[in-house]
C-alpha cells in the first residue's frame, strides 16, 4: 500500500501515517518529495485489516490517498495459481482444450418445450441443458418461473436426453432442491454481490456459475469469486453476459475484453451468454464466434423450439435450426484458434446463412 | 403497445401481429405508413401477458420493434395514487413538509461506539439512528458486520436513547430478527433486484427504504417498489444513493435529478444517501444541502464518532461536530423550500466551517 | 510517479527501471516487497517527458503499471492558486458571492424572439443573454443556426437590452466574428476536447465558458481548461452540464457532485446548465435550487418566450414566466447559503407555483 | 412519429397535436385508450421540419413523448442502400471479401522509426500504414504531434514503401495538407462530432475513417457519418474504437457487437481499432481474432518498432514480432469466416506464442 500526503505534510503527520502502519505489521518508508510525501507500508497483512487501514486512513484530512499495490483477491488469482483450472462435470472439462457448450431455454415453460429443446440442441452438439426454474425478473408482474416444477422437469428431461443441466439458484433456500437436478448452480448477474447466495454456493461441492453482475467491473467479479471460493468451493466459472453502458440499441454491451482480462487475471474458466449480452438473436453468432476467437472456454445460449411463443426471452433466442447453424459455423473458428468441441455438430441440418442484414 | 413492422410487411404479417394482439385482449389499429407499418394496441391486459407478448412479437424477423406506451408499474406511479404518501416512523411522517434525518455509523461496532454515535446524532436533531449489522461487502476479506449481536445492541442503544432504528436486511432468514429492531427495514443497493428480499419485505407491515441499484434506472427502481407493493406492504420509501458512471474521482454519481424524477412518477417519498452517494465525506455537507434544495424528503447519512478508527466507511464519514454543522446549515435551505426539520438543530457547538477547498 | 514490477522482478528490470526514471532527472527509491516490487520517482520533471515516461514503462512486460500522484494539471489547480478565481463580465464578477445567471434561448431564431426573450430574462433579473448563432446537432438534417446573421441579431439585442452576451464558436475561423458579439465565449460540451479550439480561445483575452463533455471525467475537463490557460487565457468558467450514463429518462445526468468537485481541485469558477443536464424544463427549477445551495457560482439556462414553438430545445426551455419564478425561488436559497443576485428579481409577476407532480 | 398524450387529454388538446402535425404535411390518427391517448403522424416530412416538431409538441405540458418511428438518417442507411459498399484505396476494397490491415506508430516521431514500422507491417502483410502527424491528446504538456514536418515524412515512407498512408485530420485548415498524404482521412473519436471537420471532409473526394465517439450511440455514429455523405463524400469507413463505461481495466471497452449491429443498419464498410479499444498490447491479438470473427471488415493498430522508447502509447502498441504473429493467427480465423487477407503473411518469423497469462 501506498499513502499518498498533501503539500506541506507536517512531521506529525507523517509519524502518524508511520505509526498507524506499523500497528498492524507493515513497515513504513517515507519519501519526501517536493509536491507530495508518500509513505510506502511493505509487508504482508490480514486483508480485513488492511481494507479498514485504507478507509481510515482515507478519513484523515491530511491523506490524500491511500493506494492498493495488490489485488483485493487471491484464492481466484493467477498468482495463487498459475496454471489454469479445469472444471469437470459429467466427465467433459470446462477450461480445457474443449469448448463447452450449454443450451436450452431461458425458462422451463412445459415438459414438452423442454424436451423439443433438449433434444434439438443435444442432436446439434450441446454439452449441456440450460432453462430456468427460478427466474429472476425485472417486473413483478411478468412470469417468475415455474419454481420447483420447473426443476423436476429438468430432471426428467435431464434422465430422458443424458444432457446434464445448468440452472439458476436465486434463494438459498432452494439450494438443496437445486442441487438433486444441477449438474452447475448458476448466479445470475443481478445476484452477483447476493453475498448470502455466494455464501451458501461456497459450502457445497458443485460446479458454479458466476455471472457478472451489470455493472461489475471485473475486478468485483473475481472478488465475488472469491467469496465463493473461501467457502472451499473451488469449482467456480465465470460468465460474462453483458455490462450495461449508455448504449441502448443492444440489451447490454457484451465486454468480450473481459474475457481476455479474466483469464489473465485468474485461473478459472470463463464462458460468454451473447443471448443476454446483446438481446437480439440475430446478433448471437457473431458474438458467440468472436467468443471462440479471443478465448473464451465455452457459452451459454438461449435457445427455444418456439421463440415466437416462448414465455420470456423469445427476442434472443435462437431457434433449433439457428442454433445447429451456430455450432457448425464455431468448429472451424475453434479450429483456427487450436480448440475443439465434444461433439462435432450433425452435418443433416441445412440451415441457412446467417442473417444478413 | 405500439408493433413497429419494417419496410415491406406483407398483409400477412400484419394479420399475423393483430391476431397475437386480439388473442390476448387488445383492439388493434393498423397504420401503414410509406416506410413503416405500425400496428397499434388499444385496451388494457394483464401486465404479464403484455410483457410476454412483447418478447415474442420481437422474436418474430418482421417485427422492428415492439414500444411500450404505458410504465411498467402501477401501484407506486402517480397515476395510481396522486397525492403524495407519507410513511409513519414513531409518530414523524416520511413525505411530509417535515425533512427527515437518519443518522449513525455504516456498521455498529461496539457499544460504546454506538451510543456515542446515538447520542451525538440525536444531540444535533437527527430523527432516526442508522447503523449496520448485516454489512454487504465487496471483498469477502473485509469486516462482514456483527450480525445478531449487532442488532442486540441497536435495540439496546435504540430504547436507551429514544431514537427509532434503521438497519439493512440481506437475508430473509433474518426477518424476524431485524423486525424486532428496525422501524425501518433497509434494502441494500447491491439487493435491489433481489426478489427473493424483495417478496419477503413486502408480507410484512413495517416501512423498507429501498435503495436504488449502481445501475438501475428509475424505472426499474420503480419496479423494485413495485414488488414490495405488490405484497401488500405500502410502506416504502425509495433512497438514491449514487449511481455507476465512467467518474471515479467519486466513489459513485450521486443522481439528484433521479429525485425529482422518482417524485414526479410515484407518490412514494425519496431520501438522499449522500455518503454512499459520494464516498467522500468532505462533499456530504453540499450535496445534503442540495438534496434539501430540490424536494428530497431526507436523508441517510453516515456518522461516526472517530472516523479515523472506523472499522468501515470512516473515508465517507462525518464525525459528530461535522454532523452538528450539517444540520444547522440545513435548516435555512430547508426553510428556504418551505420545509423545517422536526427538531431544531442545538446551536450549543460551535463548528469549524464547512471545508473549504 | 510510483511504478510497480510484477511479483519475481529481477535485479535487471529494477535496474532498467531506475535507469529510465534516472535519465530523465528522477531520483529513484526501491521498496522489495514479498509480491511486488515498488520504485518510486521523486523530483519534478516536465509533464510531457512524465507522460511519454509513463506509456513507455507500461509497456514493459515486467511493469504492472506506472501510478501518476500528481494530478495531470498545474495552471487551473488549487495548489497552484488557493484563492478562488473571479472572472468579470461588464462589471460583474462570477465566482464571488454572487451568483450569476445567463439565460435566453437555445438558438437565435430572429431579431423578434431573441428581443422578447431579452427583455423578458433582464425583467426576471438576469446578469446575461445567452443565445446559440452557431449550434452543433447531432443530425445534420436538424437546423444549424443562423450563423453570422445570428451574430449581428445578438449584438443588435445586446446593446439595445444592456445584456451582455454569451454565444458558442464552434469553428476557430470565426473566433473574431465571435469575438465581437461575445461578452463571453462559449466551447461547447462536444467541443470539449477539440483542441484546435481551445488553443483558439486560449490566444485571445476575453472569458471562456468551457463546457464539461458528455463522458469527460473531472480530470479530463481540468486537463481541457488548462489548455487554455497555457495559452495566456485565465478567465476560464467551467460549467457542468449534465453526463452521459444508463439513464435514459433525462437526457443526461446533471452531476452536482462534479459542481463541489471542480471548485476543490481548482480556482476556476463553476456554473451548471440545468437545461441541457435534464433536458426537461420541469427539472431545470429544482436542479437549479440544487446547484445554487452546492455552491456553483452561477446558472446557464434555456428561456424561451414560446418554447411550443422554438426551434430547437423547445423541450427542455423555460418560459418566461418559468423563468422568473425561478429567480424568486432562488434568491431565499442563496440567502441561506451567504450568497446573492445582482439584480433582486421583480416581484410584479405573480408566477403559478412549480410544477409539482 | 407516435405522440403520447398523458392521462385525461382534452379534445382540445388533442386537435392541437393533430393541426400541429398536418401544418407540416403528416396525415394524423388518433387512438384513444383508457391511460393514454396516442396520435400517430403518417408520411414522410422533412427532417429538420420533423425534429423541430417533436421538441416542440414535447414542451407542451400534455404531451408525455414524441416518439421517433424511423431512424434519424438517411443515406447511410441499409434501407437507403441494400448492398455493402466498398471503398477502394489503391486499387484494395475495404469492405469486401478481403479483410483489410492498417497498422504503424500512433505518432509520426522520426523518419528512422515510421521507416522501420512501415517496412515491418509491410513484411508481415499489412495494406496501409498508419501514423499520426496532429495528435489530440488530453493534456496540453504531452507531445501534440511533428505537424507538417510528420506529413512530409509520411509522405516519403508511402513513396519508398508503396504503402498507401491514414493520418488524422484535428483542423479543417490543415485539410488540403493531409489531402496531399493520406489515402484515408481519419476523424478522432474526440472530433465525431465536430461538425466543421465532418462538413469539411464531406466536401471532398477521398475516403474518410470515422471513429466511434467515446461516448457517441451507434445511432448518432452513423448521424456523424450522415454529416459526411450529405457534403456528398460517400467513401465513409466506420471505425469501432472502444466506448467509455464504468470499468476501468482496460483503456475504454471495446464494443464487437456495435461492428455487428453498425453492419446491419448501415451499407458502410466498419473496422476496428483494438488498440485504443483496451489499450494493453496484450490484449490486441486476441480481440483482433474476435473482431474478424464477428463480421470487421478490417483492423487499424498500433505498431511500433520499439513500444518501450515511444512518444505515445507504448502501452498499447504490438512490437513488429507480435504484430507478425497477429498477421499470422488472423489467417486461419479469416478463413474460418469465408475471408482472406490480401496479402498472406510471411511465415519466416517465428514469433513467440502469444502471451499467455
Known sequence: MIVVLGKGATDEQIREVCQRLEAVGYQSAVWRGVQRTVIGAIGIIDEQVKDRLIEQLESLPFVES?????????????????????????GKQIGSEYFVVMAGPCAVESREQLLRAARGVKAAGADLLRGGAFKPRTSPHTFQGLGKEGLILLKEVSEETGLPVITELMDARDLE???????????????????????????????????????ATIEEWLQAAEYICIGGNDQVILCERGIRTFETYTRNTLDLSAVVAAKKLSHLPVVVDPSHGT???????????AAA?????????????DPANAVSDGAQSLTLERFAELMQRLQPVLQAVGRKLYQSPEKTLSPAPVAEP
Chains 1, 2, 3, 4 share one sequence.
Open 66 to 90: 491511500a493506494i492498493r499495490i495488490l489485488r483485493p483477491y487471491k484464492l481466484v488469482s493467477r498468482e495463487w495459481k498459475e496454471d489454469s483450472s479445469e472444471v469437470t462435470v459429467n
Open 177 to 215: 432442491d437445486v442441487m438433486e437436478v444441477a449438474a452447475i448452480i448458476q448466479i445470475g448477474a443481478r445476484n452477483m454481490q447476493n453475498y448470502t447466495l455466494l455464501r451458501a454456493v461456497g459450502q457445497v461441492r458443485k460446479p458454479v456459475l458466476l455471472k457478472r453482475g451489470l455493472s
Open 293 to 305: 476467437a479471443c478465448g473464451a472456454d465455452g457459452l451459454l445460449v438461449e435457445v427455444h423450439p
Open 279 to 289: 438481446g437480439k438473436w440475430d446478433m448471437v453468432i457473431p458474438m458467440s464466434l
